[in-house]
């Protein structure tokens, strides 16, 4: 049987959003966001999932990664069998959004372990997307992006990962100091899809289940 969880990336400063996009669906929801200040490596309360990292533009790759080791080791969270990844400003869901997600995996020939419904095929990206974005002085500010590029799912209109997906990409950086990931990576999506493609997991397209900035 499978078990969906939405996690919502926002940041302090979007707080006011929040108590809006918590009421959208009754359960099966999260928002997550970084507070590099506390000591624990994460802490969960009232659907709030804030993370020992930094909550920074430059800083979402490092975010992901430290919300998917805690939700593989959350209690709370161990029934979870696929988890939606969608931002918190410019995508929108609704109570239909986890049924038409279960649809898509139960009708699916192969098994959904990296999904979404926008798909990039390129081996190109825009090095300087993140260019104005960043946060003044900070590694990525004028650095451009000159990684490896493959297929992937576009991070801006969310995706979907299995257990499985989350589990390769938590051991992919277990023991690594989250500083790495900063100077690494600055795209979040190019990032999961190269750590995937590693372990012979590929993106897949379905059909819409939210609606965002960049979906059409």
């Given at each position: 049987m499978n078990?969906?969880?939405?996690?919502?990336?926002?940041?302090?400063?979007?707080?006011?959003?929040w108590d809006k996009i918590l009421n959208i669906i009754e359960d099966d929801?999260?928002?997550?966001?970084?507070n590099e200040e506390q000591e624990e490596d994460f802490i969960l309360e009232n659907k709030i999932l804030s993370l020992k990292c930094r909550d920074t533009y430059e800083c979402l790759p490092e975010k992901i990664i430290c919300m998917l080791n805690s939700i593989l080791n959350i209690d709370k969270f161990k029934d979870i069998t696929h988890i939606i990844k969608i931002d918190d400003h410019d995508t929108m869901f609704d109570s239909s959004t986890i049924i038409k997600l279960n649809d898509i995996i139960l009708n699916s020939k192969t098994p959904i372990d990296y999904a979404g419904q926008r798909f990039n095929n390129s081996f190109r990206a825009s090095g300087k997307w993140h260019f104005n974005k960043c946060s003044k002085n900070s590694l990525w500010d004028k650095m451009e992006y000159i990684g490896p590029v493959v297929p992937r799912i576009d991070g801006g209109c969310g995706y979907v990962l299995s257990r499985k997906s989350m589990n390769i990409i938590n051991e992919k950086y277990k023991q690594?100091?989250?500083?790495?990931?900063?100077?690494?990576?600055?795209?979040?999506?190019?990032?999961i899809a190269l750590i995937l493609r590693e372990n012979?997991?590929?993106?897949?397209?379905?059909?819409?289940?939210?609606?965002?900035?960049?979906?059409n």
């Open positions: 078990k969906f969880l939405i996690v919502v990336l926002s940041c302090y400063k979007n707080k006011d959003i929801i999260i928002i997550f966001c970084g690594c100091d989250i500083d790495n990931i900063y100077k690494t990576h600055i795209y979040e999506d190019i990032m012979n997991v590929l993106p897949i397209k379905i059909l819409p289940i939210i609606i965002g900035d960049k979906s």
